[in-house]
């Protein structure tokens, strides 16, 4: 992937902030909270992403064709569009808002800057229920919405920056960090704190929707408990380190909401609906 061009032409205007920044009395904490990129530079990193993805489909990211599966599409745009528009996002004008479907047998979801969020086949197979998807959806938007993936970025450019204030580096071997930043960039991981953040927005978002809040625990659940049952590691688990705390925190959110748990008839119908959009991902419309 032709990465390295893409993410230095957004990054390197931007470190002169932080040698500003350096100059200035910014404490530590200040800088670890900064975030270097605009708003404009998330979406411009989030369209070089994407655009990288599609160029790369037959490969790495073998993305489901949109016309062919215009069914499934739809389907999934209708849940995504339902978080979406729930009312408590803070970009939702400001963002290219776009989701795909990558047609692999992979248990994973995750999101790029700027309003870009990639799903896998496997993952939606393997869900039980549509409001278990619409929470998948709903924590990697909250991840966009909330800028993590800038604001983490941030944080290492600014920190290898400040240490070259000091230990005056070769431009080719500092380029060669942002390349590597850039090129984790898919599959980044956020902190604990993001992590946290990152559900507890996702639940917000869903309690404002038909979904079921509670399920933003349930996904995570049925993903730990499938791990231990087959001894396989699923991918979006080594990115999301999960346990009985993180599932407690979430219903504990939910009960703080007054969110009522779905009736056993609501459960069916959200069991339903998710088997309806399997079906279609296993049926061309042409
Ligand atoms: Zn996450």
Known sequence: MKRLNNVCRVLVPSLFLVILLAGCSATKGALQNFNL????????????MALQIKQNSDNEYPLLDTVRYAGAYTHLRGIFNTVLNSGGLTYRNDFNWRIYIINKDVKNAFAVPG???FIYKGLIDYLDNESQLAGVIAHEIAHVDR????????????TQLLISLFLPQDANEY??????????LVQLSFSRTD???????????MAKTKYDPYETAGFFKKMMDGQAATGQAFDFLSTHPSDDKR????????????????????????????????????????
């Open 37 to 48: 990129f605009s708003l404009e530079d998330d979406k411009q990193m989030g369209y070089e």
């Open 247 to 286: 599932i407690a925190s979430i219903q504990a959110l939910c009960t703080s909401l007054g969110v009522q748990p779905f009736t056993d008839a609501q459960k069916r119908i959200h069991v339903t609906n998710l088997n309806a959009l399997k079906t279609k991902l296993k049926t061309p419309s042409r």
């Open 115 to 117: 309003g870009y969020i």
């Open 195 to 205: 992590e946290y953040e990152a559900d507890a927005v996702g639940t917000s978002l």
């Open 175 to 184: 380029l060669a960090a942002l390349a590597a930043v850039g090129n984790s």
């Open 147 to 158: 800028r993590h993936s800038s604001k983490q970025i941030s944080k290492q450019y600014g």
